[in-house]
Every structure is written in structure tokens, then in C-alpha cells.
């Protein structure tokens, strides 16, 4: 079976900076694609960013400039270096992972983490 494990987050002042760490953990389970959403009350959840097996990132039009993700070389775990922070970056964050065990395609959430913004 596999999980996620997320860390990080909490509260920071506007020009502040956080930052995320996920990893997968369960035995077997093949990447495709790893990365972080977000939810603030009230909207839809949105990517934030994400990188693939080939290292490939895409980031949320918000966060370009400001939100830097990473990884291990193995893939895992991702981390997420969010830099002058703003209030409006305030919500959950949650991890996402895309991939396969065996043959079987999964898309596996974490249970989020909150990212708190005071201005």
C-alpha cells in the first residue's frame, strides 16, 4: 500500500518563506508525475506545482517566481521551497502523486497540510 508522508508548513509573514517536503513511501510503486495542489475556502483546488519522472516542472501562474520544487534523485521525496510569501497563498497544500504499482495507475493524495500567510 502506499502513502504519503508531508511535512512542513505552518505560518509565516508576508515575505516570508516555508517550505513542503513529500515522499511516497510503499514498496514497488513506479512515478510518474509528484507534486503539491492547494485549496483556500471557498475555491477550487489548483496546482501549485509539479515535477515528472523526467524532471520536467510545471507551476501554477501564481507561484512562477516565488515557488521553487524539487527532488531527490531517486524522485523521492519532493520538496517545495515557497519564497515572499503572500496572504493570499493561504490554504492547504496537498501532495499528489501519479504512478503505477505493477500495472495499475494510481493517484494518491495526501491529507494537506495548512500554509497560514499574515500580512
Known amino acids: 500500500q502506499v502513502h504519503l508522508v508531508e511535512s512542513g508548513g505552518g505560518s509565516a509573514q508576508a515575505g516570508g518563506s516555508l517550505s513542503l517536503s513529500c515522499e511516497v513511501s510503499?514498496?514497488?510503486?513506479?512515478?510518474?508525475?509528484m507534486g503539491w495542489y492547494r485549496q483556500a475556502p471557498g475555491k477550487q483546488r489548483e496546482l501549485v506545482a509539479q515535477?515528472?519522472?523526467?524532471?520536467?516542472?510545471d507551476y501554477g501562474d501564481s507561484v512562477k517566481g516565488r515557488f521553487t520544487i524539487s527532488r531527490d534523485y531517486a524522485g523521492n521525496p519532493v520538496y517545495l521551497q515557497m519564497n515572499n510569501l503572500k496572504p493570499e497563498d493561504t490554504a492547504v497544500y496537498l501532495c499528489?502523486?501519479?504512478?503505477?504499482?505493477?500495472?495499475?495507475?494510481?493517484?494518491?493524495w495526501g491529507q494537506g497540510t495548512q500554509v497560514t500567510v499574515s500580512s
Open positions: 515535477v515528472t519522472a523526467g524532471g520536467s516542472t
Open positions: 510503499g514498496s514497488a510503486f513506479r512515478i510518474v508525475a
Open positions: 499528489n502523486v501519479r504512478g503505477y504499482s505493477g500495472t495499475i495507475s494510481s493517484d494518491i
